[in-house]
């Protein structure tokens, strides 16, 4: 079933043949509501719509459209608490975090976005070098793509599709959003706020569902897949769109480094790490799940790491206070057992959490935020996405071994060097194979809508957020223009022998860039174009 952005709440079944979706809170396992499973009809529709309505959408000028995205930042607003308690609900997330991590940064990118898309989309003139002197020039303009189809993970449910979904509209598109079927409450809020802004009839179509219905949009003919998930999920993504040579955004999953030199400030780094480790309780990408630490000052760091995360106050997410609340699933949270039952079993020593949270509620999926040390490159818990609230410690000698350590892997999408240096931040920075890389700080950079985001190796291809991320919805279109139409081209057929001797002339000297060795050759070349006017 398609849900239009008028639909607002989850909708009750009307006959038994409607297929479901059920949303639960995974912090009590109670039912919050349920809404249709997409079928491929339905994306299919939902992307006719869309195509429909980007017709006139994206003929509108950035002012108009940005005067829509400001609209509908006054509705988030307005609802500021309402859509906060309900992504802490759906996700399980502690309210300040629903706060801190997705709201805040979300307006934020709004107002960007809607002020700054005409800037960054300028049509851009490109320096073509010789060829001015013919008479040419060349300018980029950026076209709107058409139809963007966003599918996006539960871990960050409403920042995540919602910056995308504004980038695509600002830059002129219509948008299919398929959220995840663990937080489809949150994906409707997203078509409810821009309905309620006045955006017009069907330009943005949420279609709730599952695995199936996201394939369903792959496969629906869009004109981009911007993709947020899993590496297996990405990989089938990016087989369907091959098919369709559909182009494809793939943010993947994350396995980042931090890495804490002898020079670093402690106290800070180690809060760093805390946070950058349990943060949503560890369901973020870009957490930190590797932390390497100088042999000088891992005792230190380790004690002080140990101190905060068992000073850390697991509860509800809607509880006064909450640092870490629940899981997403089970499934997620039996991961997390698993990688530390595996690094337990090799001689990993756990030393604080390490269990799944014994004051939960009853069907609650917590888990304990849990530090390791005695780890190494051969268990799981160093290799595969965790996910989930466990920060792994393991101490280096050398520059050289931090960096080797940090790039032995195959992910690549965030990492961190903490060190008073920053000479040495910046140099070590650049040898880790990472799409963002931050110097002293950790986790938070897709909350800045100015920078990319987007990892390389099997973290992802293509970039969200900034100026790369806002190329990523739009064509750049070449537009070349000869102002001197009235003379032939040299190189256009009548391939005489002095024309012939030309293009050798051409070869060594016009190729060479120089506007010197051209001149050389400006007679034989200006007969050339009279002799061809002559023959005309
Ligand atoms: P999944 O890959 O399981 O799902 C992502 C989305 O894809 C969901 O909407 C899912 O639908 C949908 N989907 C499932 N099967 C298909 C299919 N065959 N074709 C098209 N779409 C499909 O990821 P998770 O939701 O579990 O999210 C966690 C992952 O996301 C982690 O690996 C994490 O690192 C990554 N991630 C990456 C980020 C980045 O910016 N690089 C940011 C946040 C998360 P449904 O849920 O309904 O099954």
């Known amino acids: 079933m398609v849900t239009q952005i008028s639909q607002t709440q989850a909708v009750p079944l009307q006959t038994e043949a409607v297929r479901e979706v059920v949303s639960y809170d995974p912090a009590t396992g109670e039912e919050l509501g349920r809404v249709p499973l997409g079928s491929a009809e339905d994306v299919a529709r939902a992307v006719a719509r869309a195509r429909e309505a980007q017709k006139s959408w994206g003929t509108l000028s950035f002012r108009e459209r940005g005067a829509l995205v400001m609209r509908a930042r006054a509705v988030v607003l307005e609802e500021l608490e309402e859509i906060g308690a309900l992504i802490s609900r759906e996700a399980g997330k502690p309210e300040a975090e629903s706060l801190s991590m997705e709201l805040v940064p979300t307006l934020d990118l709004m107002q960007f976005f809607a002020r700054r898309s005409a800037r960054l989309l300028k049509p851009e003139t490109i320096d073509i070098g010789l060829y001015r002197f013919l008479g040419r020039s060349s300018k980029i303009v950026y076209r709107p793509l058409g139809v963007v189809g966003i599918i996006s993970p539960w871990n960050f449910p409403w920042a995540i599709p919602l910056g995308e979904v504004v980038m695509a509209l600002m830059a002129g598109n219509g948008v299919v959003l398929k959220p995840s079927e663990l937080t489809p409450l949150v994906g409707l809020k997203i078509g409810e706020v821009f309905r309620r802004a006045g955006l017009p009839e069907g330009l943005l179509e949420v279609v709730t569902g599952d695995g199936s219905t996201g394939q369903a949009l792959t496969e629906a003919g869009v004109d981009k897949i911007m993709f947020t998930g899993s590496v297996a999920t990405g990989r089938r993504v990016a087989e369907a769109a091959a098919r369709r040579l559909t182009p494809v955004v793939l943010e993947l999953g994350g396995k980042d480094p931090m890495i804490v030199f002898e020079d670093a400030d402690i106290e800070a780094a180690s809060s760093a790490a805390v946070w950058g480790a349990f943060a949503n309780s560890g369901q973020a990408c870009a957490s930190v799940e590797r932390c390497y630490v100088h042999e000088r000052v891992v005792e230190e760091f380790t004690a002080r790491v140990v101190e905060k995360t068992r000073a850390l106050r697991q509860q509800t997410g809607a509880s006064e206070g909450t640092d870490v609340a629940a899981m997403s699933s089970e499934r997620q949270l039996r991961i997390v057992e698993?990688?530390?039952?595996?690094?337990v079993s090799r001689g990993a020593r756990v030393l604080a959490g390490g269990a799944r949270w014994k004051d939960a509620p009853e069907r609650g999926t917590f888990h304990e935020p849990t530090v390791l040390a005695g780890v190494n490159h051969t268990m799981d818990v160093m290799r595969e996405e965790t996910f989930g609230p466990v920060l792994p410690l393991m101490s280096f000698k050398t520059e050289e071994e931090a960096v080797r350590l940090a790039n032995d892997s195959q992910?690549?999408?965030?990492?961190?060097?903490?060190?008073?240096?920053?000479?040495?931040?910046?140099?070590?920075?650049?040898?880790?194979?990472?799409?963002?890389?931050?110097?002293?700080?950790?986790?938070?950079?897709?909350?800045?809508?100015?920078t990319p985001w987007g990892g390389v190796k099997q973290s992802g291809l293509g970039r969200t957020h900034g100026r790369l991320g806002l190329l990523e919805m739009v064509a750049p279109q070449h537009i070349h223009v000869n102002r001197l139409a009235r003379l032939h081209d040299a190189w256009w057929f009548g391939y005489t022998p002095e024309a012939t001797r030309l293009f050798r002339s051409l070869a060594r000297r016009f190729a060479t860039g120089s506007a010197l060795q051209t001149m050389l050759i400006s007679p034989q070349l200006l007969r050339r174009l009279l002799d061809k006017r002559r023959r005309h």
Do not use: C, K, P
Request: hydrophobic fraction near 40%; aromatic fraction near 6%; charge should be neutral.
């Open 411 to 450: 992910f690549g999408l965030t990492a961190s060097v903490w060190t008073r240096d920053i000479t040495r931040g910046r140099r070590v920075a650049e040898r880790i194979e990472a799409g963002t890389v931050m110097v002293n700080e950790v986790l938070y950079t897709h909350g800045i809508a100015q």
């Open 338 to 343: 698993e990688h530390i039952r595996e690094a």
